[in-house]
Structures are given as C-alpha cells and as structure tokens.
C-alpha cells in the first residue's frame, strides 16, 4: 500500500536559515505528492504539489522537486522567516486510494 | 473561493453526550473525509464518503459513525463521547480522482470531551 515517511521533528531554526525537510514514500504507480502547512489553530492548506516525475512544486518561497529514483519530495526553502512557522505534512495521491496519505508531520520553529 | 467549513470551532462535551461534527463543502466534491489529528501521531483517518449515503471505514472508525445524506455535508457522529476522543477533528473534500487532485481541510474543531 501507500506510505509517506517523513523526517520528525521538532525542527528550530534561526531566522534566514535554509530549510529541509525529508520526505519519502512508497507507493504503486505514478503518485502524485503534496506539501501542506498547518498554521497554529488552522486547518491544512495546500503549499505546493507535483503530479509527475521530475516537476518542481513551488510556492511562497519554498520548493519540492518529486524524485522518482530515490522516491524522495523533500521541502526545501532558502531563507525561513518567522512566519513560517507550523506543522508541514507531506502526503501522496495515487492508485485506487480516494484519500490522500500524510506523513506524521513537522512542528518548524523559526526564532527571530 | 473555494470552502470547506466545520460548524464549530471549540466544542466541549460531558462523557457519554452525543456529539454532531458538521461539515459543508461548497465545490461539489464527491469524496469526503474526518480525520482525528493528535500530537505525535499525525492525522489519521476515521471515515470518508464517495457519495451520498455511502461510506468507508478508515483507520480508526470505532466510536465513531457518519452521515451524508446531502453531497455537500459530511457529519461525524460520537455516539457516546469519552475522554479519549477529545482532539483536533478535521474534515476535507477532494474531487473525484484525478492526477493532481488535491484534498481542501475545513479549519478543524477542537473537542475537549470532560
């Protein structure tokens, strides 16, 4: 079946620092993969996502490129700011599956 | 703008009431989902609908029932609400499949069962 793995946190960072976080998945197929953010308090909301081998998600700064060979979609953005903050899920669509599988999630901290 | 919407932000509920989590959605999806989000755990799915009065169990479906009797509300039902169910309750909304579809979350209700 599906999975996402998912690097744990929590992770903290200065201001400006440059950010990762991993994400690999198993998965039958050609999945399509997701990043969503969860500010405190809030819902998830979509950050960016790919639908194919070798497309670069982008929004807001921060980037994913889906990597088939090493199965990886991981979350990269050069310079965090404070207001980047919040948990960010990263999860997989595809195959007969109508629901999305998320990782466990990453609490990110930004301090000032 | 597309919408899902829970109809409470912050319930609380004494052990034992019944608790209706209403959810609406205004993109005529036909998938619908609750999920239970804890900390550590991540989000894990307690039912979801592909259609009007059709349903599937997810991961963690007991003590828990749903209802859709109306393709754009999804209702999470506590039969019996206790201590262990208090939690983040999300609802989503996801088309029917196609590559790149993504799921659209209500803004979540916070259940605090005492």
């Known amino acids: 079946g599906n999975s996402v793995t998912q690097m744990e946190g929590p992770v903290t960072l200065s201001e400006e620092a440059f950010l990762t976080i991993n994400c690999t998945y198993t998965?039958?197929?050609?999945?399509?993969l997701f990043w969503y953010v969860q500010y405190p308090g809030e819902g998830l909301q979509l950050l960016l996502k790919?639908?194919?081998?070798?497309d670069k998600g982008s929004n807001k700064g921060f980037e994913a490129t889906y990597r088939k060979e090493t199965t990886s979609f991981h979350l990269e953005k050069g310079s965090v700011q404070v207001s980047d903050s919040a948990v960010y899920f990263c999860?997989?669509?595809?195959?007969?599956?109508?629901?999305?599988?998320f990782g466990s999630g990453t609490q990110l901290t930004v301090l000032p | 703008d597309v919408k899902v919407t829970q109809s409470s932000r912050y319930l609380v509920k004494r052990t034992g009431e019944k608790v209706f989590l209403e959810c609406v959605q205004d993109m005529d999806h036909e998938n619908m989902f609750w999920y239970r989000q804890d900390p550590g755990l991540g989000l894990r799915l307690i039912y979801f609908?592909?259609?009007?009065?059709?349903?599937e169990k997810g991961d963690i479906p007991e003590g828990y029932s749903v209802s859709r009797e109306k393709k754009e509300r999804f209702s999470l039902i506590l039969e019996s609400a206790s201590t262990n169910q208090t939690s983040m309750y999300l609802c989503?909304?996801?088309?029917?499949?196609?590559?790149?579809?993504?799921?659209?979350f209500g803004q979540g209700t916070r259940l605090t069962v005492v």
């Open positions: 998965a039958t197929g050609y999945p399509s």
């Open positions: 999860a997989l669509g595809g195959g007969s599956a109508r629901q999305l599988t």
């Open positions: 790919a639908t194919k081998a070798d």
């Open positions: 989503a909304s996801r088309p029917e499949q196609g590559r790149g579809t993504e799921a659209f």
């Open positions: 609908s592909y259609d009007v009065k059709m349903k």
